[in-house]
Nanobody, 124 residues
Framework: QVSLVESGGGLVQAGGSLRLSCAAS????????VGWFRQAPGKEREFVAA????????SFADFVTGRFTISRDNAKNIVYLQMNNLKPEDTAVYYC?????????????????WGQGTQVTVSS
C-alpha cells in the first residue's frame, strides 16, 4: 500500500517552468514505477511521463518531449516532473500514479495508486 501526494502546481506564464513533486508514503517508493497524468477541463485524462522503479527507464508523451523531464529520489520517496517552456495547453490537473512497473502504467494508462492532483495553470 502506498499513498501519493502531489505538490508544486500553480499559475505560471507561457514559457515559464514549474517542478511538480509526488511524495510517497507507506511502502517504499522504489517498489513502484511512477507516472504523471493530466486532465484538462472537458478532456479525457492523458499520459504525460513515467519513470521506472530504479529511475533508469523513462517514457514521455510526444507533446512533452524536450520540454519535460522526470526524475526520482528513492531515498526521499519523491518523484519529480520538471516542466519547462510551458504552454497554455499544458493547463490541467496533474496527477501522479504508481504501479508495479513502467510498462504496467502505460498499459493501464494509469496506476493502482493515485494522488489527489495538483492544478497547473499556464497563462498566455
Amino acid at each position: 500500500q502506498v499513498s501519493l501526494v502531489e505538490s508544486g502546481g500553480g499559475l505560471v506564464q507561457a514559457g515559464g517552468s514549474l517542478r511538480l513533486s509526488c511524495a510517497a508514503s507507506g511502502r517504499t517508493s522504489s517498489s513502484y514505477a511512477v507516472g504523471w497524468f493530466r486532465q484538462a477541463p472537458g478532456k479525457e485524462r492523458e499520459f504525460v511521463a513515467a519513470i521506472s522503479r530504479s529511475g533508469a527507464g523513462t517514457s514521455f508523451a510526444d507533446f512533452v518531449t524536450g520540454r519535460f523531464t522526470i526524475s526520482r529520489d528513492n531515498a526521499k520517496n519523491i518523484v519529480y516532473l520538471q516542466m519547462n517552456n510551458l504552454k497554455p495547453e499544458d493547463t490541467a490537473v496533474y496527477y501522479c500514479a504508481a504501479d508495479i512497473s513502467l510498462s504496467t502504467l502505460r498499459a493501464r494508462d494509469g496506476g493502482g495508486y493515485w494522488g489527489q492532483g495538483t492544478q497547473v495553470t499556464v497563462s498566455s
